[in-house]
C-alpha cells in the first residue's frame, strides 16, 4: 500500500522525499512515540482512572474526540416524571419533569441538575404538580397536555438543590444538583444525570460525591446490576424502558426525534459514553491548556477562523484518553505488579523499552515477556518481583501528533517548528490538537508556525460524495480522462475555505481553461524559435512603449501572485494568471504582436523588443504557474532559451519583480487606449456584418474627438493606433460637432468611431492594406515595408 500510495502521489505531481517516506510502523518511529510518552510520565501527564470516554460497542474499545464522526441519528425522544420524595415537599404527588434522548441511561441516574440561575415554575395539572424551567414551559403545554393548569408559584433554581426524588424503575433515591450547563434552549430544564453516561455528568457527580454507576459491560450490554435489562444491547433497551415507564405511569410523552449523534470512525456504529477504567493525559497539568491557548494566539490560521475553532475545542476538551482496547497499534508501555496489582509507569522503563524497541524492532513488546523488558532483578515498591504488561495500546492520534519528534527533530534537512501542517477542517479537533497538546509539554512551542485547512470535496450540486448516490469521482479517473495538470488546477481554482464542488461539467470548464492558458504559452515558446537572451535581448529603455507596457504588466502580475502565494490564495492565483493570458495577451497583445513577429526583419529592433518582453512573459508565467502545474510547467521550462542553465523550473528560484520595470502611469494610459478598444472592435463588426469588409485587416478606423486633452492624448499614439485595432489604416480627427455624413458613426461620449473601407491593395506578405503595394516592380504584390525587409535579407 505505501508503494500504491507513492506512486499516485508522484503522478500527482506531489513532491516528497519518496526514496525515504516516514513511516509510522518503522521502529525509529515507534520508539519515538514512546520516548515522547515517556517524557509525558516523566513531567505528571499521565494518569490512570475511571472516567466517561466515547465507547465503540462493535470495536469493543475507546475512542478519542478525533476518532467520533457526527451523523444524522433517529433516537427515541421522551419524557419522565421523577417523584419527589423529601421532607420539605409534603405534597406526594410531586414531579420533577425530564427529557432525554437516551432511555437507557436512565438505569444509571443517581441525580437530575437543574441551572442555580434559571426560573423554575411550580404548576398543578389535575391531581398532579410538576417542577420545570418557567423558559421551556409554554412550550410544553400541548405537547404534554397541560392546557388546564394553575401556576403554584415560581422558584429559582438553586432553591431546587438537594431535593430527593424516586427513581422511576429503580428502589433508590436521587437528588438534585446545580449545573450551570444545563439549557434552556429545548427539554425541561431538569437534566436527567448519570455520571457514568456523560463528561458534564462525571463532573456533577464528581463535584457531589455521587456514584459512577456503569452497569454497561464493552459489548454493549447490560450486566445484572441492570436487574431486568440484563443482558439487553443498550440501544434494543431504549424499546423495553420505554414500556417499563408507561407501566409505572411516569411516562408522559413518546416519540422520537433525528439529531446529530456520535458514530465510530472505523464501523461507522453509534457510539456511547461509558465510564471505564483508561489512561489519560491530563491537559490541565502545569496549565498546559492555558499556556497552549496562549501559543494559539500567535500562530497563523489559515483561514482565521481556525483559531477561535481550535481555541474553542481545547478550553471545552476533557483530558485526552489515550488508552485503545485494540490489539494492532503501539503499546502503552506500563507493567502491573502481580502482588499489589498496582500499576508501574516509570520514565526510565518506558525509554528502556524504546532503545529496545528501535534496536530489536517495534513488536519486542508483544514477543518477550514483562522480565525481558525490565532491568534484572526489578522490584515493585510493594516487594513484588511478578510483573505483567499492560495490554492497552495507545491512541493513534498521539502515533500521528508526535512526528514533531519522530520527523522534524530527526531529520537534518527538516525544521522545528515546521512551517505549515495542512489537513482538512475537521483536523481542528485531531492530528493538529495532538500535535500541539503533545509539543508544548515537551518543548514548550507548537510544532507548527502557521496551519491550512480545508474544505471537503462534494458533488456538483454540494452533495457529499457516496457510493450508495453514485457520485463519487476518483482521482485517477480523472487523471486518465485529464491528466493531473487538469486536477490540480481545478483545486487551485477552489475557495478551498469551503467545501470544493466537482463534476464533469466543472471538470470541462477547468480542462478548458487550461488549454487557454496552455496555447497561450505554447504561442509564446514558438516566437522564440531564434531568441537567445544573451545575445538578443533589448534593454529596457530601449523596449518600444506597447512593449514596456506588457513588461511592466508582467511585473505587477508577480507582485500580486507572489503576495496570493504567500497568502495561500491559490484561487487568486489561478485567477490572475487566467485573466493574463485571456484579457492581455491572447485577446490584445499577441494578436497585435504578429505583425511585429511574422513580417518584421528577424534582428530589427521592433521584433527584438517584442521577443523580449513575451520572453520576460512566460519567463514569469512557467514560475507562476509551476506550483499550480507541475508537468506542464517544465514541459514548458524544458523548451524556453534558458539563460541560469536549470534543468527543472521546480529548482529555479522564484522570479523577483525587476527593478524600475514597473510603471503604473505606463499601464493607466494604455488602459484608457485600451478602454476604447472594445468599442472600436464593435463598430468593425457591425461593418462586417453589412458586408463592409471581410476581416479587419481590410479596414481603416478613424476617431473623431471633440475633447481636446483627449484628442492630445491620443494623437501621442497615432503612429501606433492602427496596430493597437489590428487594421489598415488609422486617422484622428479633432472637431467641434460629430460630422453627420458618416452612416454608421459610433459615438462613445466625446468619441466618434468611424470604420471605412481602407485603401489600396492587400499585401500578400503581411497582408496589410496599402497604397504602396504594386509600386516596386520586383515585388509587384508587396508593400514598401515588406519589400524594404526583403531586401535587408
Known amino acids: ?188 430544564g431538569c437534566v436527567h444525570t448519570a455520571p457514568g453516561h456523560g463528561q458534564e455528568d462525571y463532573l456533577t457527580g464528581q463535584r457531589y460525591g455521587l456514584p459512577t454507576i456503569m452497569p454497561v459491560d464493552e459489548k454493549g450490554k447490560f450486566d445484572k446490576t441492570a436487574g431486568e435489562f440484563a443482558g439487553l444491547n443498550v440501544f434494543k433497551a431504549n424499546d423495553v424502558i420505554v414500556e417499563r415507564l408507561k407501566q409505572n405511569g411516569v411516562l408522559l410523552y413518546s416519540g422520537e426525534v433525528t439529531h446529530s449523534y ?93 532503545d529496545l524497541m528501535e534496536e530489536e524492532g517495534s513488536n519486542v513488546w508483544f514477543i518477550k515477556k514483562a522480565e525481558e523488558l525490565l532491568p534484572p532483578n526489578f522490584t515493585c515498591k510493594c516487594g513484588g518481583n511478578k510483573f505483567k504488561k499492560e495490554e492497552d495500546i495507545i491512541d493513534v492520534w498521539f502515533d500521528s501528533g508526535v512526528s514533531h519528534q519522530a520527523v522534524l527533530k530527526k531529520r537534518s534537512e527538516l525544521e522545528f517548528p515546521a512551517d505549515l501542517y495542512l489537513e482538512g477542517s475537521d483536523q481542528h479537533r485531531g492530528w493538529f490538537q495532538s500535535a500541539i497538546l503533545t509539543s508544548m509539554p515537551i518543548d514548550n512551542k507548537a510544532p507548527f508556525k502557521g496551519v491550512l485547512t480545508h474544505g471537503f470535496v462534494v458533488d456538483g450540486e454540494g452533495r457529499k460524495m457516496s457510493k450508495s448516490l453514485g457520485n463519487v469521482i476518483s482521482p485517477q479517473d480523472i487523471i486518465a480522462s485529464y491528466g493531473a495538470d487538469v486536477l490540480r488546477m481545478w483545486v487551485a481554482s477552489c475557495n478551498y475555505y469551503e467545501d470544493i464542488r466537482i463534476s464533469k461539467e466543472i471538470l470541462e470548464r477547468t480542462s478548458e481553461a487550461y488549454r487557454k492558458i496552455r496555447n497561450t504559452c505554447r504561442f509564446i515558446i514558438g516566437n522564440l524559435y531564434d531568441f537567445k537572451p544573451k545575445d538578443d535581448r533589448i534593454a529596457y529603455s530601449e523596449l518600444l512603449e506597447i512593449d514596456k507596457w506588457a513588461t511592466s504588466k508582467v511585473n505587477s502580475l508577480l507582485e500580486e501572485i507572489t503576495r496570493a502565494y504567500d497568502d495561500f490564495e491559490f484561487h487568486k492565483v489561478f485567477r490572475l494568471i487566467y485573466n493574463f493570458c485571456t484579457i492581455e495577451l491572447s485577446s490584445f497583445y499577441l494578436d497585435v504582436l504578429k505583425d511585429r513577429l511574422y513580417t518584421y526583419a528577424p534582428n530589427s529592433k521592433e521584433r527584438r523588443s517584442c521577443q523580449t518582453a513575451i520572453y520576460d512573459v512566460i519567463f514569469i508565467l512557467v514560475k507562476s504557474l509551476a506550483p499550480i502545474a507541475p508537468f506542464t510547467a517544465d514541459e514548458i521550462w524544458l523548451k524556453l532559451p534558458l539563460v541560469d542553465g536549470e534543468r527543472s523550473v521546480h529548482t529555479s528560484l522564484w522570479p523577483e519583480v525587476r527593478e524600475g520595470y514597473i510603471d503604473k502611469d505606463l499601464e493607466t494610459r494604455w488602459d484608457n487606449l485600451l478602454a476604447l478598444r472594445p468599442y472600436v472592435m464593435k463598430a468593425l463588426e457591425e461593418k462586417r456584418m453589412s458586408n463592409l469588409i471581410g476581416d479587419s485587416m481590410e479596414a481603416s478606423v478613424i476617431l473623431y474627438v471633440r475633447d481636446s486633452d483627449k484628442y492630445n492624448f491620443l494623437n501621442a499614439y497615432a503612429n501606433e493606433l492602427a496596430s493597437v485595432f489590428i487594421v489598415s489604416d488609422f486617422k484622428l480627427e479633432n472637431v467641434v460637432e460629430m460630422p453627420k455624413d458618416k452612416k454608421g458613426l459610433l459615438e462613445v461620449e466625446d468619441i466618434g468611431i468611424y470604420v471605412d473601407k481602407a485603401a489600396g491593395q492587400k499585401c500578400e506578405r503581411c497582408w496589410n492594406y496599402s497604397l504602396s503595394v504594386g509600386k516596386e516592380a520586383s515585388h509587384p504584390k508587396l508593400c514598401s515595408r515588406c519589400v524594404e525587409v526583403l531586401s535587408r535579407r
Open 262 to 354: 456520535p458514530h465510530c470512525w472505523r464501523c461507522k456504529e453509534p457510539v456511547i459514553f461509558r465510564a471505564t477504567v483508561q489512561w489519560f493525559m491530563n491537559v490541565d497539568n502545569k496549565e498546559l491548556r492555558k499556556n497552549t491557548l496562549r501559543i494559539v494566539k500567535g500562530i497563523r490560521w489559515i483561514p482565521q477562523i481556525g483559531e477561535n475553532r481550535i481555541s474553542t475545542m481545547i478550553t471545552n476538551r476533557p483530558d485526552w484518553c489515550l488508552s485503545r482496547q485494540r490489539y494492532w497499534g503501539v503499546p502503552i508501555p506500563a507493567f502491573y505488579c502481580e502482588d499489589c496489582k498496582k500499576p508501574v509507569l516509570d520514565s526510565k522503563l518506558i525509554n528502556r523499552v524504546a
Open 1 to 188: 500500500f505505501v508503494e500504491v500510495q507513492k506512486e499516485q502521489f508522484q503522478r500527482l505531481g506531489v513532491f516528497g522525499d519518496w526514496e525515504n517516506p516516514y513511516l509510522t510502523i518503522r521502529p525509529g518511529y515507534v520508539a519515538e512515540i514512546v520516548r515522547a510518552f515517556a517524557k509525558l510520565v516523566y513531567d505528571g501527564y499521565i494518569y490512570k482512572g475511571i472516567k466517561p470516554v466515547n465507547w465503540c460497542i462493535k470495536c469493543e474499545t475507546a475512542l478519542a474526540e478525533a476518532e467520533v464522526e457526527y451523523e444524522d441519528h433517529t433516537s427515541p425522544s421522551i419524557y419522565v416524571k421523577f417523584r419527589i420524595k423529601d421532607e420539605k415537599i409534603k405534597d406526594d404527588k410531586a414531579f420533577l419533569l425530564i427529557w432525554t434522548t437516551t432511555p437507557w441511561t436512565l438505569v444509571s441516574n443517581v441525580a437530575i441538575a437543574v441551572h442555580p440561575d434559571f426560573a423554575y415554575v411550580h404548576i398543578k395539572v389535575g391531581d398532579e404538580t410538576f417542577y420545570l424551567a418557567k423558559d421551556l414551559f409554554s412550550g410544553l403545554v400541548e405537547k404534554l397536555n397541560f392546557k388546564e393548569h394553575k401556576l403554584i408559584n415560581t422558584l429559582n433554581g438553586r432553591d431546587l438543590e438537594g431535593l430527593k426524588y424516586i427513581h422511576p424503575f429503580f428502589d433508590r433515591e436521587g437528588k438534585v444538583v446545580l449545573a450551570d450547563y444545563v439549557s434552556n434552549e429545548e427539554g425541561t
